[in-house]
């Protein structure tokens, strides 16, 4: 039921946009992650980062020259390093297919140096699940998160730094575990 909403609301806002606005452009992204795990219920003796990466492209519809639409297609990691028996780390590595959809403010469109600000949801689907020792199964199929984040863009090339905070428990191996993903990336982009 949860996830046929938050399908059903991309799918709205992505409609909206193509409706509302034109064509702003396609391209490319490939960043860097540092990813954590959040909640009442972490692990071992605790968690550090775990380093990844960001593959993927995008479509852009301007609303007007202030205001655009950003819908993504991710391949990205998160996860995190867990503290286990003796100070020794185990790297717990999620791979997911990200679908972005951003609402993108550029505060100086007329400008050459163009700073930006953006918000909105997205929803993962895990691709693979595993840490050093084996295959992780029980981690959820879907992850819904909200990305936060501001950039810059000169000519056709961008950079974003961005806050993504999920918001459902991925642990499926007890009822009551709360565990989230939480990650910073430096993106860089490329409009062709």
């Known amino acids: 039921m949860q996830r046929n909403i938050i399908i059903t609301t991309m799918f709205f806002l ?24 959040t909640g009442q219920d972490i692990p071992g003796k605790g968690v550090s980062p775990q380093a990844g ?6 479509l852009c519809y301007k609303i007007n020259d202030r205001f655009s639409l950003q819908q993504e297609i991710l391949l990205t990691t998160k996860g995190a390093k867990i503290n286990t028996v003796g100070d020794v780390y185990l790297s717990n590595i999620f791979i997911y297919y990200e679908f ?10 007329n400008h050459r140096l163009k700073p930006t600000l953006f918000l909105g949801p997205a929803l993962g689907r ?9 295959v992780l199964e029980n981690i959820r199929d879907l992850d819904f998160s909200v990305v936060l984040g501001m950039g810059v863009e000169v000519w056709k090339f961008s950079v ?33």
């Not at 990466?53 to 995008?58: A, E, S, V, Y």
């Open 100 to 109: 972005p959809l951003l609402g993108k403010l550029t505060l100086l469109p």
């Open 126 to 134: 895990t691709v693979l699940a595993f840490n050093d020792v084996a």
């Open 14 to 37: 992505f409609t909206a946009a193509l409706l509302a606005g034109e064509f702003g452009g396609i391209g490319m992204k490939l960043g860097y992650n540092s990813a954590l795990f």
């Open 53 to 58: 990466f960001t593959l993927g492209g995008f």
């Open 160 to 192: 974003d730094l961005r806050l993504i905070r999920g918001l459902v428990n991925f642990d499926q191996s007890a009822n009551d575990i709360d565990l989230k993903n939480r990650t910073i990336s430096i993106i860089f982009g490329f409009t062709l």
